[in-house]
Structure formats: C-alpha cells, structure tokens
C-alpha cells in the first residue's frame, strides 16, 4: 500500500479553522484518499474521501493536490468535539469490491483549544 | 449512517480464560468485517479479514488458532480470545462495509476493552 505522512500533532484554537495535511508522494492513479478521525476510547469515523476533485460534506473539506502527492482536509470551525486522532489513509481500488482493508498510520493527533 | 455495534465494551477476563467479542451491522448486510486491535498510544493493527461464510484471512503474525472469527450471518462477526494471558490486553475494534461496493466507506464499532488479569 502506498504509505501516507501527517504531523504527529497539532493545536488549534476553539471555532478557527484547522488545516490537516498530508503527504503521499507514492500515491498511484487509483487509490482513493480516505480520511477517518478517532476520539478517544473509540472506534474510528468516517470524515471524507475523494480521487482528483475537492471534496465538501458536513464534517470538512478535503482539498486535493493537482499532482495528488498531497491532501489537506480542512475543518471550517474546529470545536472542543473535534479533538481526536485524523488518520489519512490511501485505499486501493478493488476492482473485486471486497477485501479492501485499511492501513492505519500514527495519525494526527488535534487538540482543540478553548 | 449505518451503525455497527460492539459487544460488550469493556471486558475483565482471568488469564487462561477465553472472550468472545461480537460484531454487528444493524442496518446493513456487511460480508466483510475487519477486526483490528489498538495498544495505548499506537495505531489501529489489522488483524485479520472475515468473510461470511468461509474462513478467515489473518495478518501475518496473527495466530489464527489464538484468535477464532466467525462470520456466521450477514450481520455479525465474532472474535474469541482463546486462553487468554496479560499481553492480550488490547482495544479491539471491528469494521464494516456494505455488500461488494467499491469505495464505500468503512463503518467501526464502538471497541472493546480487554483486560487480562
């Protein structure tokens, strides 16, 4: 699997914007940019996913490089709620749509300031 | 969004004992789930793939005789912890996706904390 790299951490300040990068230089032409987030003493959630085009959903923005060595999801206004562990995962195409797994880095870990 | 529950979420066992760990998709038929374990501080391990209906696929390193998954029905998967001993202590997560769609996203249970004394 194409492997993925992310900041070990970062801050932000309650009801400002977060940006997450992440870098994927080895990314190839079908692999999808999935993005899940984990609170603590939970299962991960689904955030967004996307292939070329930027991406908007209730939750954030994911912002694709032209290239796609690199992603950015953007949280509009960062609450208390959103502090956890964002995990940028590339995830295959499978043309037998199944068995596809997830390959979990360290992540990102946000804290949220008040 | 569809939902996948695990049972129970906090489990204290004696060492030598086994645990068994279910996995359920409540609004969707899920033939695949994915089991991953989590140590403090660490990313979430695969450990092994179950399909419905047929065997396990595990992980390299992953003993399939201490670890038994069943993925009996549509809609639950079981993992047991066989002869459990303190080093098994671990968050263990599970996954879901719907049927054979391609790039749906991946649903996970809430976890389960094992603690083997």
């Known amino acids: 699997d194409a492997k993925t790299t992310q900041p070990n951490s970062m801050e932000s300040n309650e009801e400002e914007p977060v940006h997450l990068p992440c870098n994927h230089s080895?990314?190839?032409?079908?692999?999808?940019i999935h993005w899940y987030r984990q609170l603590p003493s939970q299962g991960p959630e689904y955030v967004i996913h996307?292939?070329?085009s930027n991406v908007n959903n209730r939750m954030a923005s994911l912002a694709i490089a032209e290239d796609r060595k690199s992603s950015t999801l953007i949280l509009h206004r960062a609450t208390l709620r959103d502090a956890a562990v964002y995990y940028c995962?590339?995830?295959?195409?499978?043309?037998?749509?199944?068995?596809?797994?997830?390959?979990f880095g360290k992540g990102t870990l946000l804290t949220v300031n008040p | 969004g569809a939902v996948v529950s695990q049972h129970p979420s906090r489990v204290i066992c004696k060492s030598g004992t086994s645990v068994k760990i279910e996995c359920r998709s409540l609004?969707?038929?899920?033939?695949?789930m994915f089991w991953y374990r989590q140590f403090p501080k660490q990313s979430l391990m695969l450990m092994a793939t179950?399909?419905?209906?047929?065997?396990?696929?595990?992980e390299q390193g992953v003993e399939k005789d201490k670890f038994l998954i069943n993925h009996a029905s549509l809609t639950l998967s079981t993992l047991t912890v066989t002869s459990a001993h303190p080093e098994d202590s671990s968050f263990y997560i599970c996954?879901?996706?719907?049927?054979?769609?391609?790039?749906?996203?991946?649903?996970f249970g809430q976890g389960t904390r094992l603690t083997v004394v």
């Open positions: 179950s399909n419905e209906g047929s065997k396990a696929t595990y």
């Open positions: 080895t990314i190839s032409g079908t692999d999808y």
């Open positions: 996307g292939l070329t």
């Open positions: 995962i590339l995830r295959a195409a499978n043309t037998r749509g199944s068995n596809y797994k997830l390959t």
């Open positions: 996954s879901a996706r719907e049927g054979n769609v391609m790039n749906t996203e991946a649903f």
């Open positions: 609004d969707f038929q899920a033939t695949t």
